[in-house]
Protein backbone atom coordinates (compact mmCIF):
# COMPACT_ATOMS: atom_id res chain seq x y z
CA UNK A 1 0.00 0.00 0.00
CA UNK A 2 1.45 3.21 -1.04
CA UNK A 3 0.43 7.07 0.36
CA UNK A 4 -1.61 8.25 -2.87
CA UNK A 5 -1.49 12.26 -3.13
CA UNK A 6 -5.05 12.97 -3.98
CA UNK A 7 -4.44 16.71 -4.67
CA UNK A 8 -1.56 15.65 -7.33
CA UNK A 9 -4.14 13.29 -8.59
CA UNK A 10 -6.51 16.42 -9.43
CA UNK A 11 -4.06 18.63 -10.03
CA UNK A 12 -5.24 21.20 -7.30
CA UNK A 13 -3.69 22.76 -4.53
CA UNK A 14 -3.76 22.28 -0.68
CA UNK A 15 -5.72 25.16 -0.12
CA UNK A 16 -7.91 25.09 -3.12
CA UNK A 17 -11.74 25.67 -2.38
CA UNK A 18 -14.37 23.24 -2.38
CA UNK A 19 -15.16 24.91 -5.69
CA UNK A 20 -11.94 24.36 -7.73
CA UNK A 21 -11.98 20.55 -6.70
CA UNK A 22 -15.10 20.00 -7.97
CA UNK A 23 -14.56 21.72 -11.35
CA UNK A 24 -10.96 20.42 -11.04
CA UNK A 25 -12.97 16.55 -10.98
CA UNK A 26 -15.09 17.84 -13.55
CA UNK A 27 -12.26 18.68 -15.99
CA UNK A 28 -10.94 15.24 -15.35
CA UNK A 29 -13.69 13.47 -15.07
CA UNK A 30 -14.72 14.60 -18.54
CA UNK A 31 -11.24 13.72 -19.96
CA UNK A 32 -10.94 10.07 -18.36
CA UNK A 33 -14.06 9.06 -18.38
CA UNK A 34 -14.65 5.44 -19.41
CA UNK A 35 -17.24 5.87 -22.00
CA UNK A 36 -15.48 8.40 -23.35
CA UNK A 37 -11.96 5.98 -23.75
CA UNK A 38 -13.22 2.77 -24.91
CA UNK A 39 -10.74 -0.44 -24.48
CA UNK A 40 -8.29 2.03 -22.72
CA UNK A 41 -6.82 0.93 -19.70
CA UNK A 42 -4.96 3.36 -18.28
CA UNK A 43 -8.10 6.00 -19.15
CA UNK A 44 -9.99 3.43 -17.21
CA UNK A 45 -7.22 3.84 -14.28
CA UNK A 46 -7.12 7.09 -14.38
CA UNK A 47 -10.48 7.60 -13.79
CA UNK A 48 -10.88 5.48 -10.66
CA UNK A 49 -7.89 7.02 -9.34
CA UNK A 50 -9.94 11.01 -9.76
CA UNK A 51 -13.12 9.47 -8.27
CA UNK A 52 -11.50 8.28 -5.39
CA UNK A 53 -9.80 11.57 -4.97
CA UNK A 54 -12.63 13.37 -5.62
CA UNK A 55 -14.92 11.52 -3.05
CA UNK A 56 -12.09 12.11 -0.08
CA UNK A 57 -11.02 15.52 -0.88
CA UNK A 58 -14.85 16.90 -1.98
CA UNK A 59 -15.92 16.06 1.64
CA UNK A 60 -15.04 18.62 4.03
CA UNK A 61 -14.96 15.91 6.82
CA UNK A 62 -12.91 13.20 4.58
CA UNK A 63 -10.63 15.79 3.48
CA UNK A 64 -9.65 17.35 7.08
CA UNK A 65 -8.75 13.26 7.83
CA UNK A 66 -7.09 12.90 5.12
CA UNK A 67 -4.45 16.46 5.54
CA UNK A 68 -3.59 15.52 9.01
CA UNK A 69 -3.16 11.59 8.83
CA UNK A 70 -2.19 11.21 4.91
CA UNK A 71 0.98 12.59 5.03
CA UNK A 72 2.41 10.43 7.67
CA UNK A 73 0.14 7.11 7.25
CA UNK A 74 3.46 5.20 7.61
CA UNK A 75 4.00 6.60 10.69
CA UNK A 76 2.60 3.57 13.39
CA UNK A 77 1.03 5.69 15.56
CA UNK A 78 -1.19 7.94 13.63
CA UNK A 79 -1.94 5.23 10.90
CA UNK A 80 -3.34 2.96 14.15
CA UNK A 81 -5.38 6.07 15.20
CA UNK A 82 -6.47 6.54 11.72
CA UNK A 83 -7.68 2.96 11.40
CA UNK A 84 -9.37 3.47 15.04
CA UNK A 85 -11.02 5.66 13.11
CA UNK A 86 -12.15 3.78 10.22
CA UNK A 87 -13.55 1.21 12.91
CA UNK A 88 -15.74 3.50 14.33
CA UNK A 89 -17.12 5.14 10.83
CA UNK A 90 -17.13 1.67 9.41
CA UNK A 91 -19.64 0.15 11.85
CA UNK A 92 -22.44 3.46 11.10
CA UNK A 93 -21.65 3.13 7.04
CA UNK A 94 -22.89 1.29 4.09
CA UNK A 95 -21.44 -1.63 2.83
CA UNK A 96 -19.98 -0.75 -1.23
CA UNK A 97 -17.80 -2.70 -3.34
CA UNK A 98 -14.88 -1.89 -2.62
CA UNK A 99 -13.45 -3.33 -6.06
CA UNK A 100 -12.84 0.16 -7.50
CA UNK A 101 -10.82 1.71 -4.45
CA UNK A 102 -7.23 1.49 -3.96
CA UNK A 103 -5.95 -0.20 -0.38
CA UNK A 104 -4.83 3.33 0.92
CA UNK A 105 -8.74 4.61 0.43
CA UNK A 106 -9.86 1.55 2.23
CA UNK A 107 -7.10 2.07 4.78
CA UNK A 108 -8.17 5.68 5.51
CA UNK A 109 -12.18 5.77 4.81
CA UNK A 110 -12.88 1.61 5.11
CA UNK A 111 -15.87 1.02 1.97
CA UNK A 112 -16.25 2.54 -1.13
CA UNK A 113 -17.67 5.25 -3.49
CA UNK A 114 -20.83 6.81 -3.36
CA UNK A 115 -20.58 8.18 -7.08
CA UNK A 116 -23.37 8.24 -8.58
CA UNK A 117 -25.34 7.03 -5.94
CA UNK A 118 -28.95 7.75 -5.32
CA UNK A 119 -29.15 9.23 -8.72
CA UNK A 120 -29.22 5.76 -11.19
CA UNK A 121 -29.53 2.88 -9.07
CA UNK A 122 -28.86 0.73 -11.59
CA UNK A 123 -26.65 -0.13 -13.73
CA UNK A 124 -24.57 -2.38 -15.88
CA UNK A 125 -21.34 -4.06 -14.24
CA UNK A 126 -17.64 -3.00 -15.59
CA UNK A 127 -16.95 -4.70 -18.86
CA UNK A 128 -13.80 -6.87 -18.79
CA UNK A 129 -11.40 -6.44 -21.34
CA UNK A 130 -8.56 -9.70 -22.18
CA UNK A 131 -6.38 -10.67 -25.22
CA UNK A 132 -6.26 -14.17 -26.74
CA UNK A 133 -3.31 -15.18 -28.52
CA UNK A 134 -3.91 -17.69 -31.40
CA UNK A 135 -2.28 -19.43 -33.77
CA UNK A 136 -2.99 -18.66 -37.62
CA UNK A 137 -3.35 -22.24 -38.40
CA UNK A 138 -5.74 -22.36 -35.33
CA UNK A 139 -8.17 -19.65 -36.62
CA UNK A 140 -8.13 -21.55 -39.84
CA UNK A 141 -11.23 -23.77 -38.83
CA UNK A 142 -13.67 -22.87 -36.00
CA UNK A 143 -12.81 -24.11 -32.44
CA UNK A 144 -13.98 -24.54 -29.37
CA UNK A 145 -12.28 -23.18 -26.38
CA UNK A 146 -12.84 -23.07 -21.95
CA UNK A 147 -11.32 -19.93 -20.99
CA UNK A 148 -11.06 -18.79 -17.08
CA UNK A 149 -11.99 -15.32 -16.70
CA UNK A 150 -11.86 -14.22 -12.86
CA UNK A 151 -12.32 -17.80 -11.80
CA UNK A 152 -15.52 -18.65 -13.57
CA UNK A 153 -15.40 -20.98 -16.95
CA UNK A 154 -16.24 -19.57 -20.56
CA UNK A 155 -16.64 -21.45 -22.68
CA UNK A 156 -16.36 -19.61 -26.47
CA UNK A 157 -16.67 -20.75 -30.21
CA UNK A 158 -13.87 -19.07 -32.28
CA UNK A 159 -15.28 -18.99 -35.67
CA UNK A 160 -12.79 -19.61 -38.17
CA UNK A 161 -11.25 -17.02 -40.04
CA UNK A 162 -11.27 -14.39 -37.00
CA UNK A 163 -8.80 -11.42 -37.83
CA UNK A 164 -5.74 -10.17 -35.51
CA UNK A 165 -6.97 -7.60 -33.20
CA UNK A 166 -10.27 -8.13 -34.02
CA UNK A 167 -12.55 -7.85 -30.86
CA UNK A 168 -15.76 -9.91 -29.85
CA UNK A 169 -18.04 -9.25 -27.00
CA UNK A 170 -19.58 -12.22 -24.68
CA UNK A 171 -22.85 -10.83 -22.90
CA UNK A 172 -23.17 -10.69 -19.60
CA UNK A 173 -19.29 -12.39 -18.60
CA UNK A 174 -17.86 -8.95 -17.10
CA UNK A 175 -18.45 -7.46 -13.30
CA UNK A 176 -21.72 -7.85 -11.66
CA UNK A 177 -24.14 -5.30 -12.52
CA UNK A 178 -24.52 -2.13 -9.77
CA UNK A 179 -27.02 -2.47 -7.43
CA UNK A 180 -29.02 -5.62 -9.42
CA UNK A 181 -28.22 -4.39 -12.68
CA UNK A 182 -27.45 -6.36 -15.46
CA UNK A 183 -23.54 -7.70 -15.62
CA UNK A 184 -21.00 -6.28 -17.71
CA UNK A 185 -19.44 -7.90 -20.68
CA UNK A 186 -16.56 -9.40 -21.83
CA UNK A 187 -14.10 -8.26 -24.79
CA UNK A 188 -11.85 -10.57 -26.08
CA UNK A 189 -9.35 -9.14 -28.53
CA UNK A 190 -7.36 -11.54 -31.19
CA UNK A 191 -3.77 -11.59 -31.67
CA UNK A 192 -3.33 -13.65 -34.44
CA UNK A 193 0.43 -14.87 -34.51
CA UNK A 194 1.85 -16.19 -38.01
CA UNK A 195 4.30 -18.97 -37.75
CA UNK A 196 3.76 -19.76 -41.41
CA UNK A 197 4.93 -19.02 -44.90
CA UNK A 198 2.00 -17.62 -45.46
CA UNK A 199 1.19 -14.03 -45.40
CA UNK A 200 -2.38 -12.45 -45.21
CA UNK A 201 -4.37 -10.00 -45.95
CA UNK A 202 -7.61 -10.16 -44.59
CA UNK A 203 -9.35 -13.48 -46.50
CA UNK A 204 -6.15 -13.54 -49.14
CA UNK A 205 -3.49 -15.68 -48.36
CA UNK A 206 -0.16 -14.66 -50.19
CA UNK A 207 2.82 -17.58 -50.34
CA UNK A 208 6.61 -17.39 -52.59
CA UNK A 209 7.28 -19.99 -54.37
CA UNK A 210 10.68 -20.60 -56.10
CA UNK A 211 10.85 -21.60 -59.43
CA UNK A 212 13.31 -23.74 -60.88
CA UNK A 213 14.87 -22.11 -64.12
CA UNK A 214 13.88 -24.88 -66.21
CA UNK A 215 10.25 -25.02 -65.31
CA UNK A 216 9.69 -21.33 -65.39
CA UNK A 217 11.21 -22.11 -68.86
CA UNK A 218 9.74 -24.96 -70.20
CA UNK A 219 6.47 -25.15 -68.09
CA UNK A 220 5.09 -28.30 -65.97
CA UNK A 221 3.70 -28.95 -62.56
CA UNK A 222 4.77 -28.30 -58.81
CA UNK A 223 2.69 -29.66 -55.56
CA UNK A 224 2.55 -27.35 -52.80
CA UNK A 225 1.62 -27.26 -49.26
CA UNK A 226 -1.47 -25.25 -48.67
CA UNK A 227 -2.87 -24.40 -45.20
CA UNK A 228 -5.94 -27.24 -46.21
CA UNK A 229 -3.43 -29.83 -48.15
CA UNK A 230 -1.48 -29.84 -50.79
CA UNK A 231 -2.23 -28.48 -54.35
CA UNK A 232 -0.67 -29.19 -57.35
CA UNK A 233 0.10 -25.94 -59.63
CA UNK A 234 0.45 -25.91 -63.27
CA UNK A 235 3.57 -23.56 -64.27
CA UNK A 236 2.85 -21.95 -67.83
CA UNK A 237 6.23 -22.39 -70.09
CA UNK A 238 8.56 -18.61 -69.92
CA UNK A 239 7.03 -17.75 -66.74
CA UNK A 240 8.66 -14.97 -65.56
CA UNK A 241 10.19 -13.99 -62.13
CA UNK A 242 7.87 -12.50 -59.36
CA UNK A 243 4.90 -13.10 -61.93
CA UNK A 244 2.26 -13.53 -59.88
CA UNK A 245 -0.58 -16.61 -60.08
CA UNK A 246 -4.24 -16.86 -58.45
CA UNK A 247 -5.80 -20.22 -56.83
CA UNK A 248 -9.50 -19.10 -56.10
CA UNK A 249 -10.37 -19.80 -53.28
CA UNK A 250 -7.65 -21.05 -51.55
CA UNK A 251 -7.21 -18.97 -49.10
CA UNK A 252 -8.51 -18.05 -45.26
CA UNK A 253 -12.02 -18.81 -44.66
CA UNK A 254 -14.29 -15.61 -44.25
CA UNK A 255 -15.67 -14.55 -41.01
CA UNK A 256 -18.96 -16.39 -40.41
CA UNK A 257 -19.44 -17.29 -43.84
CA UNK A 258 -19.38 -21.23 -43.83
CA UNK A 259 -17.27 -22.98 -46.85
CA UNK A 260 -16.26 -18.72 -48.22
CA UNK A 261 -12.91 -18.41 -48.59
CA UNK A 262 -10.37 -15.90 -50.05
CA UNK A 263 -7.68 -16.39 -52.64
CA UNK A 264 -4.27 -17.69 -52.21
CA UNK A 265 -2.29 -15.49 -54.39
CA UNK A 266 1.31 -17.02 -55.45
CA UNK A 267 4.57 -15.46 -56.33
CA UNK A 268 7.08 -16.80 -58.42
CA UNK A 269 10.74 -16.40 -57.29
CA UNK A 270 13.04 -18.33 -59.94
CA UNK A 271 15.77 -19.43 -58.56
CA UNK A 272 19.05 -19.43 -61.04
CA UNK A 273 21.07 -22.86 -60.86
CA UNK A 274 24.55 -22.61 -59.17
CA UNK A 275 27.81 -24.66 -59.14
CA UNK A 276 27.34 -25.41 -62.78
CA UNK A 277 29.13 -28.57 -64.47
CA UNK A 278 31.08 -27.87 -67.90
CA UNK A 279 29.30 -29.67 -69.71
CA UNK A 280 25.99 -27.66 -68.81
CA UNK A 281 28.19 -23.98 -69.08
CA UNK A 282 29.06 -25.54 -72.49
CA UNK A 283 25.28 -25.53 -73.49
CA UNK A 284 24.25 -22.45 -71.62
CA UNK A 285 26.89 -20.82 -74.07
CA UNK A 286 25.52 -22.54 -76.79
CA UNK A 287 22.04 -21.05 -75.97
CA UNK A 288 23.54 -17.77 -75.57
CA UNK A 289 24.81 -17.98 -79.29
CA UNK A 290 21.39 -19.39 -80.10
CA UNK A 291 19.72 -16.28 -78.80
CA UNK A 292 22.57 -13.82 -80.17
CA UNK A 293 21.42 -14.32 -83.73
CA UNK B 1 -40.85 -7.82 -35.37
CA UNK B 2 -40.00 -9.56 -32.44
CA UNK B 3 -41.29 -7.72 -29.64
CA UNK B 4 -39.81 -9.94 -26.85
CA UNK B 5 -37.10 -7.70 -27.49
CA UNK B 6 -38.91 -4.57 -26.79
CA UNK B 7 -38.92 -3.05 -23.58
CA UNK B 8 -41.43 -0.04 -22.32
CA UNK B 9 -40.25 3.08 -21.93
CA UNK B 10 -42.27 3.68 -18.81
CA UNK B 11 -40.41 0.21 -17.30
CA UNK B 12 -37.17 2.04 -18.31
CA UNK B 13 -37.57 5.29 -16.59
CA UNK B 14 -38.58 3.42 -13.12
CA UNK B 15 -35.50 1.02 -13.58
CA UNK B 16 -32.93 3.97 -14.48
CA UNK B 17 -34.70 6.45 -12.22
CA UNK B 18 -34.97 8.97 -15.41
CA UNK B 19 -38.43 11.09 -16.40
CA UNK B 20 -40.50 10.21 -19.62
CA UNK B 21 -39.49 13.46 -20.67
CA UNK B 22 -36.01 12.77 -20.89
CA UNK B 23 -36.61 9.89 -23.10
CA UNK B 24 -38.59 11.61 -25.19
CA UNK B 25 -35.99 14.20 -25.66
CA UNK B 26 -33.13 11.65 -27.06
CA UNK B 27 -36.02 10.37 -29.19
CA UNK B 28 -36.33 14.26 -30.74
CA UNK B 29 -32.74 14.37 -30.86
CA UNK B 30 -32.21 11.10 -32.50
CA UNK B 31 -30.35 9.62 -30.33
CA UNK B 32 -32.44 6.24 -29.35
CA UNK B 33 -35.45 5.30 -31.90
CA UNK B 34 -38.71 4.45 -30.32
CA UNK B 35 -41.35 2.02 -31.44
CA UNK B 36 -44.97 3.05 -31.10
CA UNK B 37 -47.43 -0.24 -30.63
CA UNK B 38 -50.60 0.15 -29.96
CA UNK B 39 -50.17 3.76 -28.39
CA UNK B 40 -47.34 2.27 -25.65
CA UNK B 41 -43.64 3.50 -26.29
CA UNK B 42 -40.93 0.91 -26.52
CA UNK B 43 -37.22 0.61 -27.32
CA UNK B 44 -35.26 -2.42 -28.51
CA UNK B 45 -32.82 -4.41 -25.98
CA UNK B 46 -30.67 -3.18 -28.76
CA UNK B 47 -30.26 0.21 -27.70
CA UNK B 48 -29.60 -0.35 -23.64
CA UNK B 49 -26.25 0.04 -23.60
CA UNK B 50 -26.26 3.38 -25.76
CA UNK B 51 -28.86 4.50 -23.27
CA UNK B 52 -26.79 3.73 -20.33
CA UNK B 53 -23.78 5.29 -21.80
CA UNK B 54 -25.93 8.69 -22.26
CA UNK B 55 -27.55 8.51 -18.99
CA UNK B 56 -24.09 8.70 -17.46
CA UNK B 57 -22.44 10.95 -19.34
CA UNK B 58 -25.66 13.22 -18.53
CA UNK B 59 -25.59 12.50 -14.89
CA UNK B 60 -22.28 12.26 -14.28
CA UNK B 61 -20.90 14.64 -16.42
CA UNK B 62 -23.56 17.08 -16.41
CA UNK B 63 -23.45 16.74 -20.40
CA UNK B 64 -26.63 17.86 -22.62
CA UNK B 65 -27.78 15.84 -25.36
CA UNK B 66 -26.24 17.88 -27.97
CA UNK B 67 -22.85 17.18 -26.69
CA UNK B 68 -23.81 13.53 -26.27
CA UNK B 69 -24.71 13.85 -29.95
CA UNK B 70 -21.17 15.17 -30.71
CA UNK B 71 -19.47 13.05 -28.61
CA UNK B 72 -21.59 9.79 -30.05
CA UNK B 73 -20.49 11.22 -33.74
CA UNK B 74 -17.06 11.24 -33.03
CA UNK B 75 -16.85 8.25 -30.86
CA UNK B 76 -18.18 5.98 -34.43
CA UNK B 77 -15.59 7.73 -35.98
CA UNK B 78 -12.87 6.93 -33.81
CA UNK B 79 -14.31 3.36 -34.09
CA UNK B 80 -14.36 3.24 -37.59
CA UNK B 81 -10.40 4.59 -37.34
CA UNK B 82 -9.40 2.23 -35.45
CA UNK B 83 -10.72 -0.67 -37.52
CA UNK B 84 -9.19 0.84 -40.45
CA UNK B 85 -5.60 1.23 -38.24
CA UNK B 86 -5.95 -2.66 -37.35
CA UNK B 87 -6.32 -3.95 -41.22
CA UNK B 88 -3.41 -1.68 -41.74
CA UNK B 89 -1.30 -2.75 -39.53
CA UNK B 90 -2.23 -6.56 -40.28
CA UNK B 91 -1.05 -5.30 -44.23
CA UNK B 92 2.32 -3.76 -42.91
CA UNK B 93 2.91 -6.97 -41.09
CA UNK B 94 3.36 -8.83 -44.45
CA UNK B 95 6.05 -6.68 -45.31
CA UNK B 96 7.80 -6.28 -42.10
CA UNK B 97 8.24 -9.98 -42.32
CA UNK B 98 9.98 -10.04 -46.00
Known amino acids: ?293 | MNTRKLIPTQALCSHYNIEISFVDDLYKMGLIQIKIIEQNQFVHISQINDLEKIIRLHQELNMNLEGIDVVFNLLEKERKLRNELNILKNRLRIYEND
Open chain 1, 1 to 293: MSFIDYYKILDVSKTSTEKEIKIAYRKLARKYHPDLNPENKEAEIKFKEINEANEVLSDPENRKKYDKYGKDWKHEEEYEKAKQQQKSRQSGQKDFSNEEYSDFFESMFGGGSSFGQGRSPQFKGQDYNSELYLDLKEVYITQQQVLTVNGKKIRLTIPAGVENGQVIRIKGKGGLGINGGPDGDLYIKFIIENHTLFKRDGNNLYLDVDLDLYISILGGEMIIDTLNGKVKLSIKPETSNESKGKLKGKGFPIYKKEGEFGDLIITYRIKLPTNLSEREIELFKELQKIGAK
